[in-house]
């Protein structure tokens, strides 16, 4: 297992940059989550984990591959794909929302509802019915766009493109 840069989200999922989390213990004292087991996570559980801190009104963010996850004190969780910028919403005013999730090894299914842009250092929100557009706030819109450049800057566009199926399939390949 490759250490961690000083300056990257810390593998043991914390949400933590590594200098201030695991880099701090001792070598063999790093948090139970460690890279090889951050693979086994699925989206539903990251989906669950950051529903309930959206319900609990706590402030948070996740990465989990293509998958960017946050939510904020104000009670509202989102999941946000970052190859075709579609997003649902988790939570709002600390409600939990049903939302569509359907996963197996080879192939991801989520029932989008809005697409997403950073404009102007906010987030804003286009829902796909109505084509409501809405800015989000308080949406941590400095970590999703560091979070969108490492993940461009990591795969090829033309991985990044293979995420997709066409057709009826599947929506999101992860």
Known sequence: MKKPGRNEKCPCLSGK???NCCALKP???MRPMALKNAEKITLKEAVDRIRDTGMKKQQAFRE???FLL???QAGDAWLLEVTDCDCVQLVRGGEAI???IEES???IVVDWSHTFIEKDRQLEVISYEGRKKTILPKAPTGEIRSAIRRLRKKHSPE???RVH???KESDTNA
């Open 17 to 19: 940059k590594y200098k």
């Open 27 to 29: 070598q063999g004292l």
């Open 64 to 66: 989990l591959g293509v």
């Open 70 to 72: 946050f939510s904020t």
């Open 98 to 100: 049903d939302v569509s």
């Open 105 to 107: 090894a080879e192939t």
């Open 159 to 161: 991985f990044l493109n």
């Open 165 to 167: 199926l066409d057709g």
